[in-house]
């Protein structure tokens, strides 16, 4: 199938409310083109300087977000144009953020990401973590900064169950988190889970917005 067959596959199995990020990581530009021709323009990559040049070379109106994990030295290549990312678990990283964010006069909008899968490589904040940064007093100072929801991987499995329950822990810690310390800033409403292997998972779960590679560029080498 070709990666228009494969985009509308996947948008007529969403509901509505669940926003698509296709995963170019590795694809070349010309595939993006297609993609956003086909209308697809929100996509997710993994490293900064890939970002930064693919950025330079598509369409401006596209959405770009950071889903991988990112270094603070590299915030600087994506901080003019990034629309959300993803995949903060360090307060020294949103403190680089919220500088970058203010030398480009920008508000950067950011997901907490959450360690909600077995594996130890996985990145992520746990619970206790979470609670720290969100009350923490250099938080409470980030001007630039506006975080949008949590993210997470779940772990990388054929067993379903576990991967249900893994997206449902991260759900209740989503609405935990959103009750505690997000109560009136309707801002605060991304839980992004799901990947080409778990999103109907995911969805179920409660995920409004999909980060999706494979299914739609093809596997990556
Ligand atoms: C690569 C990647 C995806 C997409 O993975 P697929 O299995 O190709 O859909 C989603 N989220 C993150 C964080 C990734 O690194």
Known sequence: MSIAENLQKIETSLPPTVCLVAVSKTKPVEMIQTAYDAGQRVFGENKAQEMQSKAEKLPTDIEWHMIGHLQSNKVKYIAPFVHLIHSIDKLSLLKEIN????????????LLQIHI??????FGLDETELSELLESDNFTEFKNIQVVGLMGMATFTENTAQIQSEFNCLKGLFDVTKNKYFKTDSNFSILSMGMSGDYEIAIKEGSNMVRIGSSIFGERK
């Not at 899968?117 to 996985?122: H, P």
């Open 99 to 110: 500088k970058r964010a203010a030398q480009n006069n920008r508000v950067i909008a950011i």
């Open 117 to 122: 899968a077995k594996e130890e490589s996985k």
